[in-house]
């Protein structure tokens, strides 16, 4: 292409690092970019919760929104805070090969048994399994980028928090004694990367899918279609994770109550022939087995 493009994208470390890997592939492909750096509304307020903000997409909003005006080509996301259905008019150019998925603990204290001990993470996802496993523990709200986060917990009288691996590793801030927390069902396509673009820039469109990863986008899609279903968004207590081996899709997807004393779980195998439609298939199998009863307290609890 003979343009340069303008890679919008969130003005963090781990968010500019996300953008530069984007800038290096479309380089190897013989295409030239610029990054343009913004500030959403997720990262501009950080005083409050982000299920009490109330707004779908939080993180993306302001570079739909520049997508949608022509004053950015495409955007560089995590994928797992992309909503479920794209603003109308965008669309997904590139699934990215996935990193990890994992959640891990970074602590002060390896000894997790005691009582009263406080772990922070911003997600009601981490909290509910968290408690699920140590109900004796308190969670606590973080906010803030990864850099942000690490300088609270070295302050704070907190045992820990959890974050998730692949922000660190990609900025090289994964601490040697942090804990895997292989036992945590990650968030809907958490660890992979995507690049949006405008619907109509056809030719755009076809330049970027030389960037797709065909394995992530259909676990991440598959995640996505059960978080979807279930009508979770990205605050709901909901854990998703799809996985491909030996021409099988494995599918393990959860949904807790806020407290983590109740939970619903399904962990099956297909087919990889079988796997379109295979999320929304298990939503519906949970919502069928409680989980409709369970989301409807939920959304109740949440709207206050």
């Known amino acids: 292409m003979a343009k340069m493009l303008r890679i919008g994208t969130r003005d963090s470390a781990l968010a500019m690092w996300q953008a530069q890997s984007v800038q290096q592939l479309l380089k190897q492909q013989g ?5 343009v750096p913004v500030k959403s509304l997720g990262d501009l307020n950080l005083d409050r919760p982000l299920y ?26 995590s994928y797992k805070d992309v909503p ?18 994992a959640d891990v603990l970074l602590h002060k204290n390896k000894d997790l048994t005691s009582t009263g001990i406080e772990i922070a993470t911003s997600s009601l996802r981490r909290k ?11 969670v606590v709200d973080i906010r803030g980028n990864v850099q942000t986060r690490l300088e609270k917990l070295a302050s704070a009288s907190w045992a820990g928090t959890i974050l998730a691996a692949a922000g660190l590793e990609r900025l090289d801030l994964l601490p040697a004694d942090a804990i895997t927390l292989d036992w945590m069902v990650a ?13 109509t820039q056809s030719t755009l469109l076809v330049a970027l899918s030389a ?36 021409q099988q ?56």
């Open 52 to 77: 009490e903000l109330g707004v779908s997409g939080i993180f993306t909003k302001t570079l739909d929104t520049a997508l949608l005006e022509g004053k950015i080509d495409l955007a560089v996301h």
């Open 31 to 35: 295409i030239g970019s610029e990054l």
């Open 211 to 246: 960037l797709n990863h065909a394995p992530t986008a259909l676990c991440t899609q598959i995640e996505r279609e059960f978080l979807n279903t279930l009508e979770g968004g990205c605050t709901a207590p909901i854990g998703a994770l799809a996985t491909i081996s030996q």
């Open 187 to 199: 968030a809907p396509a958490q660890g992979a990367m995507v690049v949006v673009a405008n619907a």
């Open 128 to 138: 509910a399994q968290w408690l699920a496993k140590y109900p004796n523990h308190k």
């Open 84 to 101: 479920t259905v794209l603003a109308k008019g965008l669309a997904v150019a590139a699934v990215l090969e996935r990193a990890t998925s």
């Open 249 to 304: 899709l494995h599918f393990r997807g959860v949904l807790h109550s806020l407290d983590g004393t109740q939970f619903l779980e399904t962990n099956t195998s297909v087919p990889l022939d079988q796997a379109p439609g295979y999320g929304r298939k298990m939503a519906q199998k949970i919502l069928d087995s409680g989980g409709k009863e369970l989301m409807a307290t939920i959304k109740k609890t949440l709207a206050g």
